[in-house]
């Protein structure tokens, strides 16, 4: 099983960008599919993008598509959420989620689908 820690939001205006960590202790997080999801206050947390365990395979919400690339390294236990042209109704709670998925290039998008999350780190666009 793996323990997941955010980091790398903050408060920043719009049109700027953020690079979101999710570093997993653990030796296996290369057994897992990665997911990133966000929460804005007064909103249920929806899915932001997922990632296979090898990389090969992402997937994003129409929100963000072709703004918030995902990439993983497995050697460093961490998977990135690179976030460009960041908008005011980016703003929110960002969490990253696991899924242990062996030998499969399988991602997932429902919340219900991941077992692990991490604690989340705040991310704040003004305008």
């Known amino acids: 099983q793996v323990q997941m820690v955010e980091s790398g939001g903050g408060l920043v205006q719009a049109g700027d960008s953020l690079r979101l960590s999710c570093a997993a202790s653990?030796?296996?997080?290369?057994?897992?599919?990665m997911g990133w999801f966000r929460q804005a206050p007064g909103k249920e947390r929806e899915f932001v993008g997922g990632i296979s365990w090898s990389g090969g395979s992402t997937y994003y919400s129409d929100s963000v598509k072709g703004r918030f690339p995902i990439s993983r390294d497995n050697a460093k236990s961490t998977v990135y959420l690179q976030m460009n042209s960041l908008k005011s109704e980016d703003t929110a709670r960002y969490y990253c989620?696991?899924?242990?998925?062996?030998?499969?290039?399988?991602?997932?998008?429902?919340?219900?689908?991941?077992?692990?999350w991490g604690q989340g780190t705040q991310v704040t666009v003004s305008s």
């Open positions: 989620a696991a899924e242990f998925t062996p030998n499969s290039e399988r991602y997932y998008v429902r919340e219900n689908d991941y077992d692990l």
């Open positions: 653990g030796r296996t997080f290369s057994h897992y599919a």
